[in-house]
């Protein structure tokens, strides 16, 4: 057994242990301190719910209403101008709304390309290079009770956005 495979077996229960003994070190009551923190981890839990609900199905709706085949038809000739290959369109869109469903193009785009191709290396570059920011936003600004995300949206997005367009150009510049 590694070094390395004996450290991630162990540093969860040390971890705990360190916990425990620290609190029994300062005359805490551990157990319902523990007991606390369940009970907000589950009010937490039932307070985001609206939250993932809402985006399931606002990303269920983007994708079986049509509308992103429709705009990836309506942007191919820009794209293909561009030298972006136009499957990697529906990673871009999606990327902000949701890793779980890019992360799922991701892997469809390398399974039909090939991970050596560039669209696999485009798609798993860009996939590196942005972040989930609508989910992030619904879900933490939604669980701690900020309704206005007055500059924290445009900046996520204008983040994505340049993740996205240094993503391609990277990809080009090493492996086009």
């Known amino acids: ?26 005359r805490l009551p551990s157990y319902e301190l523990f007991v606390e923190g369940g009970k907000e981890g589950v009010k937490m839990a039932f307070s985001l719910l609206p939250f993932l609900v809402g985006m399931i199905v606002a990303i269920s709706i983007l994708r079986s209403s049509g509308v992103l085949d429709a705009l990836i038809t309506l942007l191919t000739p820009v794209l293909t101008f561009l030298k972006i290959p136009p499957d990697v369109l529906p990673l871009a869109l999606i990327r902000p709304i949701s890793g779980t469903a890019a992360l799922g193009m991701t892997t469809e785009l390398i399974q039909t390309h090939g ?7 485009l798609a798993s570059t ?40 240094v993503s391609v150009i990277v990809v080009t510049i090493v492996f086009g």
């Open 1 to 26: 057994m590694s070094w390395m495979t004996a450290i991630s077996i162990w540093i969860i229960p040390c971890f705990l242990l360190i916990v425990l003994v620290t609190a029994s070190w300062k």
């Open 115 to 121: 991970p050596d191709s560039f669209i696999g290396r």
């Open 126 to 165: 860009m996939q590196g290079s942005t972040d989930t920011t609508l989910y992030i936003l619904t879900i933490y600004f939604g669980a701690v009770g900020i309704k206005r995300m007055r500059y924290a949206l445009k900046v996520g997005l204008l983040a994505d956005l340049v993740g996205i367009i």
